[in-house]
């Protein structure tokens, strides 16, 4: 069900009832305010994420986790390939480091760039980056028609697959231990 927001715009969010009325929730956990007393929150299904949104889940995760751990350590890491002759990113890896784990979130490099072992060197410089900041593991996940052998080369193992579109794929998800380096490869 499409919704108009305030300037009588349709908007692509579904809003779906609460399913009891008898919910409490302590307003000082939604928004740091005292009062006990505000209408039934609800929830809104979309796929228009603004910073607001980023901001209140991630900060309030993280508290928690913090508050769990006694220590925040999360820190973005990117690997960037760069054109040398005007400085734009030809490609690269993205990720983060959490509590002692390295997130590989994403990974590209042009197909003209890829089979010289530019790639392993990126990878290896984002594992050898997750090291210095103490991780001790790393996890990614990639899909069936991607990379996997790639990653596999590298020292990397699939821990879990599953089956998703196109039909015949499947996203594997992917680990390796960085307490030891792996011997080094020119695939790439």
């Known amino acids: 069900m499409e919704t108009a927001d305030q300037a009588g715009r349709m908007n692509p969010c579904r809003r779906i009832q609460p399913i009891s009325d008898t919910v409490c929730v302590d307003k ?29 889940i991630g900060e309030g995760l993280n508290q928690f ?32 480091s959490s509590l002692g784990l390295l997130f590989l979130e994403l990974f590209f490099l042009p197909a003209s760039l890829r089979g010289d072992g530019l790639g392993t060197r990126i990878l290896a410089a984002f594992e050898e980056e997750g090291r210095r900041r103490g991780c001790r593991s790393a996890v ?10 790639f990653y596999e080369r590298n020292g990397w193992r699939a821990f879990g697959e599953i089956l998703c579109d196109p039909p015949g794929a499947s996203r594997i998800f992917m680990c390796k231990d960085l307490t030891a380096k792996a011997p080094s490869t020119d695939a790439g």
Do not use: C, W
């Open 65 to 96: 986790n913090d508050a769990i751990a006694g220590y925040g350590d999360r820190h973005a890491l990117a690997v960037v390939l760069k054109n040398p002759d005007n400085g734009e990113p030809l490609g690269g890896a993205l990720g983060r």
């Open 28 to 56: 000082r956990s939604v928004s740091g305010e005292d009062s006990m007393s505000f209408a039934q929150p609800e929830i809104v299904v979309t796929d228009q994420v603004d910073e607001r949104i980023h901001q209140v």
């Open 140 to 149: 990614l996940y990639t899909i069936s028609f991607q990379a996997p052998g």
